[in-house]
C-alpha cells in the first residue's frame, strides 16, 4: 500500500527566495511520484513526475523534484519564487504498471498552500 | 474535447436528495477517476474506471455512492440521500490508459449540501 504525507499545510516565502516543499511517502513496491499544482477554482494540473531513471526531475514553471529513495522523499523546489507560484501543491504516489492491484489508484497527500510574499 | 469537463460547476441541494455529477473526459482517454476534495483532507479516491473492466469501486465511502460510465466515455457520479458530510469538492481525471501516465483533471464540481 501506497501513503503520502506533506510536511507543512502552509507554506509562506519572499518573492525571489527558495520555494521548498517537502513529500515523504511509503510504498511497498517501487513508487511512481508526481506532484500536482492547483492554481484557486481551477483544477490539477501535473507538474512533474518521477517514474524511473533520473531521480532529479525537472517540470514546468522551473519546479524540479528529487527521488531520494534511502530517504524515501520527493521534495519540490524552485530556486526564486514568483508570485505566480502561489497555489496549493500536492505530492502523489501510485504503483507502476507491473503491478497488480488497482494501478491507476493515485494516492495524494494533503496538499501544501504556498504563500510568496512581495 | 479539449479537456476534462464537468457538470455543474456548482450544486446546492437539499440533504435528503439525490444528486447526480456528470464528468466528460478527454477523447480517446481510457481511464476515468472519481475524487472528492475536502479543506484539508487532500484528494480521496472514490472510483476508477479502465477500459471495459469492473470499475474499482474500493474508494465509495457508503452505499449512498454510486457511478457508472456509458460507452466508455461519459461518467455520472450520483449520490443519493445526500448529507453534510457530503459537501466537497468533487473531481474527475483521465488519462490514456492508468493514472501513473499523465492524468487530466477537470475543475470539478463542488457541492454544498444545506
Known amino acids: 500500500a501506497q501513503s503520502v504525507t506533506q510536511l507543512g499545510s502552509h507554506v509562506s516565502v519572499s518573492e525571489g527566495a527558495l520555494v521548498l516543499l517537502r513529500c515523504n511517502y511509503s510504498?511497498?513496491?517501487?513508487?511512481?511520484l508526481f506532484w500536482y499544482v492547483q492554481y484557486p477554482n481551477q483544477g490539477l494540473q501535473l507538474l512533474l513526475k518521477y517514474t524511473t531513471g533520473a531521480t532529479l526531475v525537472k517540470g514546468i514553471n522551473g519546479f524540479e523534484a528529487e527521488f531520494k529513495k534511502s530517504e524515501t522523499s520527493f521534495h519540490l523546489t524552485k530556486p526564486s519564487a514568483h508570485m505566480s507560484d502561489a497555489a496549493e501543491y500536492f505530492c502523489?504516489?501510485?504503483?507502476?504498471?507491473?503491478?497488480?492491484?488497482?494501478?491507476?489508484?493515485?494516492?495524494f497527500g494533503k496538499g501544501t498552500k504556498l504563500s510568496v510574499k512581495p | 474535447g479539449a479537456g476534462v469537463s464537468q457538470s455543474p460547476s456548482n450544486k446546492v441541494t437539499e440533504k435528503g436528495k439525490d444528486v447526480e455529477l456528470r464528468c466528460d473526459p478527454i477523447s480517446g482517454h481510457t481511464a476515468l477517476y472519481w475524487y472528492r476534495q475536502s479543506l484539508g483532507q487532500g484528494l480521496e479516491f472514490l472510483i476508477y474506471?479502465?477500459?471495459?473492466?469492473?470499475?474499482?469501486k474500493s474508494g465509495l465511502p457508503s452505499d449512498r455512492f454510486s457511478a457508472e460510465r456509458t460507452g466508455g466515455s461519459v461518467s455520472t457520479l450520483t449520490i443519493q440521500r445526500t448529507q453534510q458530510e457530503d459537501s466537497a469538492v468533487y473531481l474527475c481525471?483521465?488519462?490514456?490508459?492508468?493514472?501513473?501516465?499523465?492524468?487530466?483533471f477537470g475543475q470539478g464540481t463542488r457541492l454544498t449540501v444545506v
Open positions: 510504498s511497498s513496491v517501487p513508487p511512481y
Open positions: 481525471a483521465s488519462s490514456l490508459v492508468a493514472m501513473n501516465t499523465e492524468a487530466f
Open positions: 502523489a504516489v501510485s504503483a507502476g504498471p507491473n503491478y497488480g492491484g488497482s494501478q491507476g489508484n493515485l494516492i
Open positions: 474506471f479502465q477500459g471495459n473492466s469492473a470499475p474499482d
